[in-house]
């Protein structure tokens, strides 16, 4: 079961030891005058996402038999791009099984924005739907930020409103909703090292709305040490190397090498790229990270994968941010 919101207000958490308590320096094993490096231990996202699908749908299930509110979820896609549908529907099956009330509205490639703003206005007004998530990228006829900014805040649940990203800049969070991918970001990282970041250095690659700049946010008020890289900065590696976390969200793919690494380091790889291999002669699709996977987890102390690290994470957070919502909206506390 949830311990309730934290007190920190980005999200909602069962209690879980802690694996760490700084970062975990790769061992080092001596064997007949030979030196091995043991790997990185792996963050394994999929497995936490698992633990916290549990409590959000022991949440769900106890909101519904108290209080005969079943939390709602509105997911909207305009347009047909392949990646798109695939993390709804994975949002949209997470839902359900999480016992929601789950709804998706697939739109046209060319739905006007007349139309979409007002779908948005008839599921603001539906006190059935708690949390209304737009897919993105939007086709470009249509005003992104125009778009996302006509979800009311509190059914913003991806976090992407000016009113939530405001109030987690000025580190208000109680009653805000951060996105969902820097929250899965954060509660990987204070598995490892705890809630106290202070005294460590985070370096995060990547500047954006979503990942970047919310993140940062959540670690300075851990107390860490914050720098936000871009592609104006200037010597990366040497920034990076300098990182007892490194956060990883640019897109583009294995990036990070190796020797960008400061040894024993916690790695968050956000990325997700998709990328040509050969493969016995044919060429296939595979998904990779913006980390060299296979070098860096020879330095750093844990990482995580790509597949199965951030992506789960953010699908976790995105349905705690609902039953947050839900609570929200009939004024129950935890």
């Excluded at 086709?139 to 939530?164: R, W």
């Amino acid at each position: 079961m949830f311990t309730g919101m934290h007190n920190r207000g980005y999200y909602l958490r069962p209690d879980r030891p802690l694996l760490f308590s700084r970062p975990p320096v790769p061992a080092v094993i001596h064997v007949q005058g030979l030196i091995f490096v043991a790997p990185a231990a792996l963050i394994d996202g999929k497995a936490r996402a698992a633990q916290l699908s549990v409590s959000i749908t022991e949440s769900a299930a106890e909101l519904f038999e108290t209080h005969g509110i079943r939390p709602g979820l509105a997911v909207v896609i305009v347009g047909d791009d392949p990646a798109s549908k695939v993390y709804v529907r994975n949002k949209q099956q997470t839902a359900e099984t999480c016992g929601f009330h789950s709804v998706q509205h697939a739109l046209a490639a060319d739905s006007s924005q007349e139309s979409v703003l007002a779908l948005l206005t008839e599921l603001n007004a539906d006190p059935a739907i708690h949390g209304i998530l737009v897919q993105l990228p939007l086709p470009d006829h249509l005003d992104e930020q125009l778009i996302t900014q006509s979800v009311a805040p509190e059914k913003d649940v991806d976090g992407f409103h000016f009113q939530n990203i405001g109030k987690l800049t000025a580190g208000q969070t109680e009653g805000a909703f951060v996105p969902c991918t820097p929250a899965g970001c954060m509660l990987m990282i204070e598995d490892q090292l705890g809630k106290d970041l202070s005294g460590l250095n985070a370096v995060i690659i990547g500047r954006s709305n979503i990942v970047g700049k919310p993140l940062a946010s959540l670690l300075l008020k851990a107390n860490a040490t914050v720098t936000i890289t871009h592609s104006r900065t200037s010597d990366l590696p040497a920034v990076c190397r300098n990182a007892d976390i490194l956060v990883a969200a640019v897109g583009r793919p294995n990036m990070v090498k190796g020797e960008w690494i400061k040894p024993g380091a916690i790695v968050i790889d956000v990325g997700i790229n998709r990328i040509q291999v050969s493969e016995g002669g044919k060429i296939k699709t595979k998904l990779t990270g913006d980390v060299d996977f296979e070098e860096v987890s020879k330095v750093a102390g844990a990482i995580t994968p790509v597949p199965g690290g951030v992506g789960p994470m953010t699908i976790a957070m995105l349905m705690a941010n609902t039953v947050a919502s839900a609570k929200r909206a009939a004024n129950i506390s935890d």
